[in-house]
């Protein structure tokens, strides 16, 4: 079992700036591929961006490259979010998740419980 606890949502102007954070307990971090996933309300959750096990490899939506960086630190059992030039339209529930494996788009098996960002003026 991983359990999931994301931190770092709040309320941001357009163009501004947020990092979340995703700590994990439980079973060994290192061991797991990591996502974020974002679901706004009346739409469908939506894959945002991925990290593998050792940080070498990084996926990401198309609407959020060039903006977002997903990191992790295997030494604090903790993922990121560093969110640049927010938009309206990244408005959203972000939730954490993890995987013993790295499909970064599918097949997680645990969640956080999430945090909410608003971007608006």
């Known amino acids: 079992q991983v359990q999931l606890v994301e931190s770092g949502g709040g309320l941001v102007q357009p163009g501004g700036s947020l990092r979340l954070s995703c700590a994990a307990s439980?079973?060994?971090?290192?061991?797991?591929?990591m996502g974020w996933f974002r679901q706004a309300p009346g739409k469908e959750r939506e894959f945002v961006a991925a990290?593998?096990?050792?940080?070498?490899?990084?996926d990401y939506t198309d609407s959020v490259k060039g903006r977002f960086t997903v990191s992790r630190d295997n030494a604090k059992n903790t993922m990121y979010l560093q969110m640049n030039s927010l938009k309206p339209e990244d408005t959203a529930g972000y939730y954490c998740?993890?995987?013993?494996?790295?499909?970064?788009?599918?097949?997680?098996?645990?969640w956080g419980q999430g945090t909410q960002v608003t971007v608006s003026s």
């Open positions: 439980g079973r060994t971090f290192s061991d797991y591929g």
């Open positions: 998740a993890a995987q013993l494996d790295y499909t970064p788009r599918r097949d997680y098996d645990y």
């Open positions: 990290i593998s096990w050792h940080g070498r490899r990084t």
